[in-house]
């Protein structure tokens, strides 16, 4: 079986279980206060050309979106976020066990947009009733989106604008944003998140590491005591340079960039094949996310050979499924995936 049904089914970069090995038996402090988290961080301050950010390290993507959400909300506010968003649909109500309610826009695409946001802090606030209501304390989106979908800077630019003018701090979920920065059409770079977003994260599990999520706090305000809450939510590794290790290896000479460029352009010969036999995509995803509607027939006749993900019924003979590359797929695989799919 030849697997394409997500971006983290193999373990981690050759690179990074090289360091991992050579650094094994050096004896260093706990909590990511050790060297390697610090030239981690440095690395990645470079690279997003803020030197005045702080930069903290946590194991998965759902640990750290309730962390950073936590640390930002008070106990009567929520977050908003896209109907398809990870927050809402993937996460087992991690957010809400945290005490605070996920306030859902509508999404036909995974992207919400400024005027969603807007209109939704105005209705909060001309509500008479405003205090009976969970209020609007943050705006969460994901680059790319749950649906391989992504922002371009002008998209974002107008959030930044609604977030700053409504006193509403923006979250952005890069568990892939290697794959958003990497694609054909991107507009953006890291140095963009850090001038449009309040705080973010650059996913590693997902694109390379073992494990890990690098978060990036660029508001001042959310930066006191966020290493509190880092450690009451669990997310304080005792051996923390693990982490430190696998970003190092990562930012240190653009390898993280590079695998993600491999995935991109593999993920986009298999949209193109599907396209080439008249098989139209479920959503408009230049990243390493493909959603091709097959006939059920043709579903079938792949998953003999290949794994990939149900996405959703889109009538009773045709279904939407997610193929997904990663920094790991191999030429070879996606080769003879675009050979069968020509003889379908």
């Known amino acids: 079986m030849i697997r394409f049904e997500c971006d983290y089914a193999e373990g981690m970069h050759p690179r990074i279980l090289e ?67 990870h927050l809402n649909v993937h996460e087992t109500g991690a957010i809400e066990a945290t005490g605070h309610k996920v306030i859902v826009l509508p999404s036909e695409d995974g992207k919400i947009t400024a005027q969603q946001i807007q209109n939704a802090y105005d209705s909060h606030w001309a509500d008479a009733t405003h205090e009976h209501i969970v209020q609007p304390g943050m705006v969460y989106i994901s680059q790319p989106t749950e649906n391989g979908t992504a922002y371009t800077k002008e998209e974002l630019e107008a959030i930044n604008k609604v977030c700053r003018a409504c006193h509403l701090p923006l979250f952005i979920d890069g568990a892939r944003l290697g794959y958003a920065l990497a694609m054909e059409d991107n507009d953006l770079t890291l140095q963009d998140m850090t001038n449009l977003a309040d705080i973010f994260y650059i996913g590693g599990t997902k694109v390379g590491a073992m494990m890990g999520e690098a978060v990036v706090i660029v508001n001042p305000a959310l930066k006191q005591d966020f290493r509190y809450i880092i450690k009451q939510r669990g997310g304080m590794l005792a051996k923390g340079r693990f982490l430190g290790i696998q970003f190092e290896t990562l930012f240190a000479d653009g390898l993280y960039f590079e695998v993600s460029k491999h995935a991109v352009g593999l993920a986009m010969q298999i949209r193109r094949a599907f396209e080439k036999k008249g098989i139209s995509m479920r959503y408009d995803s230049k990243t390493n996310q493909q959603f091709p509607i097959l006939p059920n027939e043709m579903m079938e006749k792949l998953a003999e050979k290949y794994s990939f993900s149900f996405w959703e019924k889109v009538d009773e003979s045709h279904t939407a499924v997610r193929f997904c590359t990663s920094w790991a797929t191999k030429e070879e695989n996606v080769m003879e995936l675009l050979g069968d799919i020509e003889k379908l």
């Open 19 to 85: 360091k991992m090995i050579a650094t094994n038996m050096d004896q260093t402090i706990g909590y990511s206060e050790d060297p390697y988290c610090d030239r981690a961080r440095d690395l990645i301050r470079r690279a997003c050309g803020r030197e005045d950010s702080d930069v903290h390290f946590l194991v998965g993507g759902t640990q750290t979106n309730l962390t950073v959400i936590a640390s930002v909300l008070r106990p009567h506010q929520g977050v908003l976020c896209a109907s398809s968003g």
